[in-house]
């Protein structure tokens, strides 16, 4: 069974900085995607970033410039770097993955939509104070 688990979660004032950490298990290096999404109490869920199969990497406009994705392959986790944080930074974040055809698409509002997401972690609380 695939197994996503997420760390490195934890409170920061604004302008501060994280790193989010997800660890899959039983899970393959190709051909799939995987990325952050997030939610915030009282609001939908919302993708962050998603690396897909061929290392596309796309970020929700709110992400942009501010957070960075990378992968280590060889122990097959996912990081996600988070600077200048601001206080709608807050949410729980969740660490994703599918099988392809999988992906993510940025759309006019600048939302990132993701598709083909099949794994969930359980997500992890990040907290921006101002």
């Known amino acids: 069974q695939v197994q996503l688990v997420e760390s490195g979660g934890g409170s920061v004032q604004a302008g501060g900085s994280l790193r989010l950490s997800c660890s899959a298990s039983?899970?393959?290096?190709?051909?799939?995607?995987m990325g952050w999404v997030r939610q915030a109490p009282g609001k939908e869920r919302e993708g962050v970033v998603f690396?897909?199969?061929?290392?596309?990497?796309a970020y929700s406009d709110s992400a942009k410039g501010r957070f960075t994705a990378s992968k280590d392959n060889a122990e097959n986790t996912l990081y996600l770097q988070m600077d200048s944080l601001k206080p709608e930074d807050t949410a729980m974040y969740y660490c994703?993955?599918?099988?392809?055809?999988?992906?993510?698409?940025?759309?006019?509002?600048?939302?990132?939509?993701?598709?083909?997401?099949?794994?969930w972690g359980k997500g992890i609380l990040v907290t921006i104070s101002s």
């Open positions: 039983r899970f393959p290096r190709s051909s799939s995607c």
């Open positions: 994703a993955a599918g099988w392809a055809p999988c992906g993510a698409v940025v759309v006019g509002s600048g939302a990132l939509t993701y598709y083909g997401i099949r794994y």
């Open positions: 690396i897909d199969s061929g290392g596309i990497t």
